[in-house]
Antibody
Framework: QVQLVQSGSELKKPGASVKVSCKASGYTFTSFAINWVRQAPGQGLEWMGWINTNTGTPTYAQGFTGRFVFSLDISVSTASLQISGLKAEDTAVYYC?????????????WGKGTTVTVSS | DIQLTQSPSFLSASVGNRVTITCRASQGISSHLAWYQQKPGTAPKLLIYAASTLQSGVPSRFSGSGSGTEFTLTISSLQPEDFATYYCQQLNSYPYSFGQGTKLEIK
């Protein structure tokens, strides 16, 4: 079945880096964009940006430039989010989501989320 | 950037009630709006896209309407499994954005 499987929870110290993976299965990986969404504890959903799975071109929302990097490994149908220089405020659940694009766009398949905790 | 404002932020209702959640966009987005349901500890689930199209497998008690700047999500007869937080999202232009959410609680 169509699914996105994300890597497991991470506990990191401030200043460290983390890489969250999102492995797609059940569909042609390059046919759909991958979006990343952050949800801080007790807060709403925040769109971080997306990556074009055909070209590998990332687009970042304001506030997610510099320390955040989206990447792909097409050979294993996997998208990744790397965050460097972690801060306490990066503590959140990070979701990847498949974006269907035709006449209208929508995010129809979501990973279960990866919890990143930043604490000394 | 386009801001989405949902109202109300909290809603208390009983099983069987009809409820409506509103999402207002700071500028026109045609029908490029989706609605998601999120239960605690789980990923968001797509309910409606293109403002009014029901995603496959979603019960018909959910419906969406609107275009331009004002949109609504209606649940015709609340079921116990509908108590959750609901988000609207605009996909008209970058950066995509979400509303702040509406938490639907059992009365």
């Amino acid at each position: 079945q169509v699914q996105l499987v994300q890597s497991g929870s991470e506990l990191k110290k401030p200043g460290a880096s983390v890489k969250v993976s999102c492995k797609a299965s059940g569909y042609t990986f390059t046919s759909f964009a991958i979006n990343w969404v952050r949800q801080a504890p007790g807060q709403g959903l925040e769109w971080m940006g997306w990556i074009n799975t055909n070209t590998g071109t990332p687009t970042y929302a304001q506030g997610f430039t510099g320390r955040f990097v989206f990447s792909l490994d097409i050979s294993v149908s996997t998208a990744s989010l790397q965050i460097s220089g972690l801060k306490a405020e990066d503590t959140a659940v990070y979701y990847c989501a498949r974006e269907y694009r035709y006449r209208y766009s929508y995010m129809d398949v979501w990973g279960k989320g990866t919890t990143v905790t930043v604490s000394s | 950037d386009i801001q989405l404002t949902q109202s109300p932020s909290f809603l208390s209702a009983s099983v069987g009630n009809r409820v409506t959640i509103t999402c207002r966009a700071s500028q026109g987005i045609s029908s490029h709006l989706a609605w998601y349901q999120q239960k605690p500890g789980t990923a968001p689930k797509l309910l409606i896209y293109a403002a009014s199209t029901l995603q496959s497998g979603v019960p018909s008690r959910f419906s969406g309407s609107g275009s331009g700047t004002e949109f609504t999500l209606t649940i015709s007869s609340l079921q116990p499994e509908d108590f959750a937080t609901y988000y609207c999202q605009q996909l008209n232009s970058y950066p995509y954005s979400f509303g702040q959410g509406t938490k639907l609680e059992i009365k």
